[in-house]
């Protein structure tokens, strides 16, 4: 089991940053990959930002690619996106996900089986 745990949402104005935080417990030695998704109301949950764990290398959707940064910090275990140039159509809740076995690059939400609560993030216009 893996438990992964968001933090660092909140309210800005657009142009603004946050730097949102995912911490991972438990059997973090099976954690290949982690995906950042986000919901909006009446949304569909969609893909943000990709990390493999062990060779860093990232990839982002199209309309956060840019402004948004994915990393990781192998010693605290914990994932980071940094989001920069808000606007308010990057308000929703946001999540980090992992799956339980490694399969590789994917930005579908049923791929990835352990989720964290989720942190709200608010941008105002």
């Known amino acids: 089991q893996v438990q992964l745990v968001e933090s660092g949402g909140g309210l800005v104005q657009a142009g603004g940053s946050l730097r949102l935080s995912c911490a991972a417990s438990?059997?973090?030695?099976?954690?290949?990959?982690v995906g950042w998704f986000r919901q909006a109301p009446g949304k569909e949950r969609e893909f943000v930002a990709f990390?493999?764990?062990?060779?860093?290398?990232?990839y982002y959707a199209e309309s956060v690619k840019g402004r948004f940064t994915i990393s990781r910090d192998n010693a605290k275990n914990t994932v980071y996106l940094q989001m920069n140039s808000l606007k308010p159509e990057d308000t929703a809740v946001y999540y980090c996900?992992?799956?339980?076995?490694?399969?590789?690059?994917?930005?579908?939400?049923?791929?990835?089986?352990?989720w964290g609560q989720g942190t709200q993030v608010t941008v105002s216009s």
């Open positions: 990390l493999n764990w062990s060779g860093g290398s990232t």
């Open positions: 438990g059997r973090t030695s099976r954690t290949y990959t």
């Open positions: 996900a992992a799956p339980l076995r490694f399969k590789g690059l994917t930005t579908r939400p049923d791929e990835y089986d352990y």
